[in-house]
């Protein structure tokens, strides 16, 4: 806790920012899902959030303990089968932005949550995709919330789970991405984007942040931006909207 | 006919050693009765298939049922990782076969409309379209556009547990629907067990809940808790105390070893294992269920609740 607030509250509200009124989320349970409401409650009421067990335009009146919660279903717009939200809704290119996270991540922002080590024979076995490669491929707009950390982000995942950049963004539109790909990676410290070539580029520093941190808690030679510039703290109103929400500090 | 028959009956009669099996449920409405009969009947060399392996497949992999996993995302909802899964895959103990979720899914669609596969726009550039060789592509014949494939899926069994059904299978499940009636469309037999069996002509009453008709299911169990610890939306709550409790059993194999024991092989059946449970710990996770507005007005009044202790998933 720094200034009254914590690095991951400021990451929930540098999401929660950038989220904008009437998008169609595709989210996931934790700080995505926090930063939704947030943005809900705030500037954005009109958010539509979909969650991959079929739940579209939720409202849920407690923080969801997992993706198929009933509290996610009841007083939602609708519910269709798992199938209908991949096919009816992230397939058919209704959803503006899908939030990922992931065990490692490297510069093109291929994100990797299945393995450390061989596939074959893992040092470590994770959960897997699940609906993140097809979030990566078709949101139209991808967000990737990260602790940043250098076991993180390194030169090179052990398992590519979901396509960043790999070779520029127009190289993954031949072959066969319908949505844009990450647009930026939101950590503890600050935000990245991608620059034309579909490298990470460091854009802005959350306060008290300098670029010699994030350097050092990044696995390769990370750019930064000529402009860097400096997000301004969690308003009270943010702050005191995050903590209502997050009561009992489920996952802050 | 009535097809009402004991778990143990329904698993002897139509589940079979090397048989690829189904348990539906999207973490609301898991079968742990039927899973936890499979381990006390020692099933052996099981393919077991499910989008979220969920707590229910670490325990039969634990137990010896699996021979391969077929899957697509492994973690314990809104806790973390599966331990024994972990353990097995790490040492080669039990085959995976791994998709994406929308790439599982549409192969019990694909299997469920007599599909031998379907095309999506998915899996590109990924790493798990070159490690699964099932994952293929084609060539739209009218666009030209490059697809990716996944191939149907049949498993020889599906099994779901659903909030209401009839004597003769008619099963009704509302709340959030995960992948159950493609399960049951795609597989060779279905086994249903219900909180509640009720006369046909309540079902008839409201047919939009039908998810699978009574005509493509081989055995029915009425069996009242058997979704537990996950969801059934309308009857109990997550019991996320024990959600969260499994990380630290399934860590240690002889914690879990001990847990098997005294909760699925000493058991005789799901009315044991709810007495085990006790009538406090059953009565708390009642009062949390999560009833929809038609059945609150029913009732009196909406039912709350709020386990505390998540933390966040993996994801």
Not at chain 1, 73 to 85: E, H, I, K, N, P
Not at chain 2, 39 to 59: E, H, K, N, S, W
Not at chain 2, 61 to 87: D, M, Q, T
């Amino acid at each position: 806790m720094s200034g009254g607030y914590s690095p991951e509250e400021m990451m929930v509200v540098a999401a929660a920012r950038r989220l904008r009124d009437g998008e169609r989320v595709f989210v996931g349970v934790g700080l995505p899902n926090l930063a939704c409401n947030l943005a809900k409650r705030l500037h954005a009421p009109g958010i539509e959030m979909i969650y991959e067990s079929g739940v579209v335009g939720a409202n849920p009146s407690r923080l969801p303990l997992s993706i198929g919660d009933p509290a996610l279903a009841l007083g939602a717009r609708q519910v269709c089968s798992m199938f209908d939200v991949f096919a009816l809704y992230l397939q058919r290119g209704l959803v503006d932005v899908g939030f990922l996270g992931a065990a490692q991540i490297d510069r093109w922002g291929n994100l990797n949550s299945t393995v450390i080590g061989a596939y074959d024979r893992p040092k470590v076995r994770m959960a897997g995709s699940g609906g993140a490669a097809d979030i990566a491929l078709l949101a139209r707009r991808v967000f990737i919330l990260l602790r940043h950390e250098s076991r993180r982000f390194v030169e090179s995942v052990d398992f590519i789970t979901s396509p960043g950049h790999p070779g520029g963004p127009g190289s993954m539109a031949a072959q066969g991405r319908l949505g844009g790909g990450p647009e930026v990676v939101i950590t503890d410290l600050g935000e990245l984007g991608f620059d034309t070539s579909g490298e990470m580029v460091l854009t802005s520093l959350h306060p008290g942040v300098t670029v010699a941190d994030v350097r050092a808690r990044t696995g390769w030679d990370l750019r930064v931006a000529g402009d860097v510039a400096t997000a301004s703290p969690p308003s009270e109103e943010e702050l005191s909207a995050l903590r209502a929400l997050d009561v009992g500090g489920l996952y802050l | 006919m009535s097809k009402l028959v004991s778990a143990s009956e329904a698993v002897r009669a139509h589940v079979h050693d090397g048989d690829t099996v189904y348990l539906g449920g999207f973490t609301h409405l898991i079968p742990f009765a039927l899973g936890h009969e499979m381990i006390r009947q020692g099933l052996r060399g099981l393919t077991l298939c499910r989008a979220t392996p969920d707590l229910i497949y670490d325990q039969m992999i634990a137990a010896g049922c699996a021979a391969k996993v077929v899957f697509s995302w492994a973690g314990n909802p809104g806790v973390g990782l599966l331990h024994a899964f972990r353990r097995a895959v790490e040492s080669g103990g039990v085959e995976v076969e791994e998709y994406t979720h929308f790439g599982l899914v549409a192969r019990l669609r694909a299997a469920a409309m007599g599909l031998p596969f379907l095309p999506l726009r998915t899996n590109f550039a990924t790493d798990l379209a070159r490690a699964n060789p099932e994952i293929r592509t084609v060539t739209c014949p009218y666009t030209g556009a490059r697809m990716s494939t996944v191939p149907a899926l049949v498993p020889d069994v599906a099994v779901l547990h659903v909030q209401r059904a009839d004597a003769e299978g008619n099963a009704q499940l509302w709340g959030i629907r995960g992948e159950q009636q493609e399960a049951a469309f795609a597989a060779r037999r279905v086994i249903v067990s219900a909180e509640e069996i009720v006369a046909e002509r309540e079902l008839r009453r409201d047919p939009d809940r039908v998810v699978v008709p009574g005509f493509l299911v081989s055995a029915v169990v009425h069996e009242p808790l058997g979704a537990h610890p996950s969801y059934a939306q309308g009857f109990y709550d997550r019991d996320n105390g024990f959600y969260l409790e499994w990380d630290a059993i399934s860590r240690d194999p002889g914690r879990l070893s001990a847990w098997l024991d005294e909760w699925v092989l000493g058991l005789a059946d799901r009315r044991a294992y709810a007495e085990r449970l006790g009538a406090e710990r059953v009565e708390a996770l009642r009062r949390g269920a999560w009833v929809d507005e038609g059945e609150a007005a029913a009732a009196g009044g909406p039912a709350g609740g709020r386990p505390a202790g998540a933390k966040e998933g993996s994801r």
